[in-house]
């Protein structure tokens, strides 16, 4: 336990748990990803998956209460550490220039972050934790994605996720060590990554808005 104090005191120490926390999410978002894909097997797959994962309440639970310590301590120590960088920095330059290996996903990160952490608590309202009132998920998918206004904000917040991810799949592995010759490597994987779950997840409510009938 004090091993663990003495790591989350430093700041590099900060940076690799930031770093484990996201890879955590990054693995979540691959799972619900799969899971979100039987939407195009049409409303029978979909209520399927849907209701497999009701029947492991106790599982479903615990996994839930994880990725939320998960989230917690990820979005915690990002905080503390943009603090820290300000604090360190109180005189901002009026104009700064892109420096080398800036991207625009490592520079929108103060951004991005932020508002997936408001997006995430948007979507827990209003799928997870809403009364469904004995509907099944699939209609209630079906219902919000026919507002134009639904879709556009669930596929431009996907871009948001993809921003985020791109620059933080390749600066966690560096964080954690990997070699500097393997950046560019990293980059182009977190860049493919990143691409995946912005079209694929951006595609689904498109798909339901442009296919009236396919969660019906």
Same mark, same amino acid.
């Given at each position: 336990?004090?091993?663990?104090?003495?790591? !989350?005191?430093?700041?590099?120490?900060?940076?690799?748990?930031?770093?484990?926390?996201?890879?955590?999410?990054?693995?979540?978002? !691959?799972?619900?990803?799969?899971?979100?894909?039987?939407? *195009?097997?049409?409303?029978?797959?979909?209520?399927? =998956? !849907?209701?497999?994962?009701?029947?492991? %309440?106790? *599982?479903?639970?615990? *996994?839930?209460? +994880?990725?939320?310590?998960?989230? !917690?301590?990820?979005?915690?120590?990002?905080?503390?550490?943009?603090?820290?960088?300000?604090?360190?920095?109180?005189?901002? =330059?009026?104009?700064?220039?892109?420096?080398?290996?800036?991207?625009?996903?490592?520079?929108?990160?103060?951004?991005?972050? %932020? =508002?997936?952490?408001?997006?995430?608590?948007?979507?827990?309202? &209003?799928?997870?934790?809403?009364?469904?009132? +004995?509907?099944?998920?699939?209609?209630?998918?079906?219902?919000?994605?026919?507002? %134009?206004?639904?879709?556009?904000?669930?596929?431009?917040?996907?871009?948001?996720?993809?921003? &985020?991810? /791109? &620059?933080?799949?390749?600066?966690?592995?560096?964080?954690? +060590?990997?070699?500097?010759?393997?950046?560019?490597?990293?980059? /182009? $994987?977190? $860049?493919?990554?990143?691409?995946?779950?912005?079209?694929? *997840? +951006?595609?689904? %409510?498109?798909?339901? =808005?442009?296919?009236?009938?396919? $969660?019906?």
């Amino acid at each position: 336990m004090n091993r663990l104090w003495l790591i !989350a005191k430093s700041s590099i120490g900060k940076k690799e748990l930031m770093a484990l926390t996201g890879f955590c999410l990054i693995m979540f978002l !691959a799972v619900h990803l799969f899971g979100n894909l039987n939407i *195009f097997r049409g409303t029978e797959a979909f209520n399927w =998956y !849907a209701h497999k994962l009701h029947s492991l %309440p106790l *599982f479903v639970k615990l *996994f839930e209460l +994880g990725l939320l310590a998960i989230g !917690a301590i990820h979005v915690f120590f990002a905080t503390v550490l943009v603090l820290q960088n300000l604090m360190a920095r109180p005189h901002r =330059y009026n104009f700064k220039k892109w420096e080398g290996g800036r991207s625009f996903g490592s520079w929108s990160m103060l951004v991005t972050g %932020p =508002y997936i952490l408001l997006f995430v608590i948007f979507h827990l309202l &209003h799928f997870t934790l809403m009364d469904k009132g +004995g509907r099944n998920i699939s209609s209630i998918v079906a219902e919000r994605f026919q507002d %134009p206004v639904w879709v556009a904000f669930y596929a431009i917040s996907m871009v948001f996720v993809g921003l &985020h991810v /791109s &620059h933080g799949f390749w600066s966690g592995f560096q964080t954690l +060590g990997v070699e500097n010759e393997r950046r560019g490597e990293l980059r /182009s $994987l977190g $860049l493919l990554v990143s691409l995946v779950f912005a079209v694929t *997840f +951006g595609a689904i %409510p498109v798909v339901v =808005y442009g296919i009236s009938n396919l $969660l019906q």
